[in-house]
């Protein structure tokens, strides 16, 4: 059964790496095209990218409320909750900047070595999305980690 498991999992990471998404089966020969490539993934990236932010703000929140009920603290939880919003927005602004820093690159990759530019794309798309996913997930592993540490805490506590 674990060996299925496994095969299953190689089998999904196998038929994403083929993906349409990820691939680029035509070589770009000019600027328009570079960023028309770049651009018919911009939408599938912040949907990826946004469901990571929203599992980080459920454990967030998760963590937050627990805080709160748990140790009458607010813990995880922004004071005022607008800074929240306002992070969010801006990160996501930011991580657009950045997405377009991927087709910027290419141009110049394609200027300088113009055979591997194709290459470049997929491979910076791919590990872009990647680091952005983890970027996104890190302040819910952060904080999901503390609040478990501060639960052990007060556990241990109740206990001794």
């Keep these: 059964m674990h060996g299925d498991q496994h095969g ?20 770009v020969s000019n600027t328009r095209e570079t ?9 599938p990236f912040n949907l990826i990218v946004g469901s990571a932010g929203i599992l980080t703000c459920i454990a967030v929140g998760l963590v937050g409320l627990g805080s709160e009920i748990l140790f009458n ?6 004071d ?15 991580a657009n ?7 910027l690159a290419e141009l110049v990759i394609r200027k300088i070595w113009p055979t591997e530019a194709d290459r470049f794309a997929t ?17 819910a592993v952060l ?16 206990h001794n």
């Design 143 to 158: 904080i999901g980690a503390v609040g478990i540490f501060k639960l052990l805490n007060h556990a241990r506590g109740i």
């Design 80 to 94: 005022p909750p607008l800074f929240a919003l306002m992070g969010i927005i801006i990160y996501g602004l930011l």
């Design 73 to 78: 603290s607010e813990f995880g939880l922004p």
């Design 8 to 27: 299953k999992r190689i089998s999904l990471l196998a038929s994403l790496r083929t993906s349409a998404l990820w691939r680029r089966d035509t070589p």
């Design 97 to 103: 900047v950045c997405f377009s820093g991927g087709w």
């Design 35 to 43: 960023i028309g490539w770049w651009e018919a993934r911009r939408i």
């Design 123 to 139: 491979i910076t798309f791919s590990l872009g999305v990647i680091f952005s996913v983890l970027l996104t997930l890190a302040p």
